[in-house]
């Protein structure tokens, strides 16, 4: 019983894992912007949006309009958002 209580203690007490390094643009895109990399932020979450990813395309569409490390310039933000909308709008019209 002594074995197994240690056993239990050991194993609630080890340190966790290191986390996984993120695998998309897009999670790439979010950990960049919680360290306040600005840069780095857009240009993941324009590869994120170029591959089709709508959170991508949401966020560099964002970081545009509110002028987060780039101009604000509303003719950039504006069309992020609605690529992502065409496709979803074509599959249901069809």
């Known amino acids: 019983m002594r074995i197994l209580i240690m056993a239990w203690l050991a194993a609630a007490l080890a340190p966790a894992p290191p986390a996984a390094a993120p695998t998309s643009p897009f999670e790439r895109g979010v950990q960049a912007a919680d360290r306040g990399d600005q840069a780095q932020a ?26 987060r490390g780039v101009a604000a310039a509303l003719q950039h933000a504006l069309p992020h958002p609605i690529a992502v909308a065409r496709p979803v709008v074509r599959q249901v019209s069809a």
């Open 42 to 67: 857009t240009e993941s979450f324009r590869q994120a949006c170029d591959a089709g990813e709508a959170r991508g395309c949401n966020e560099l569409g964002v970081i545009y309009d509110q002028g």
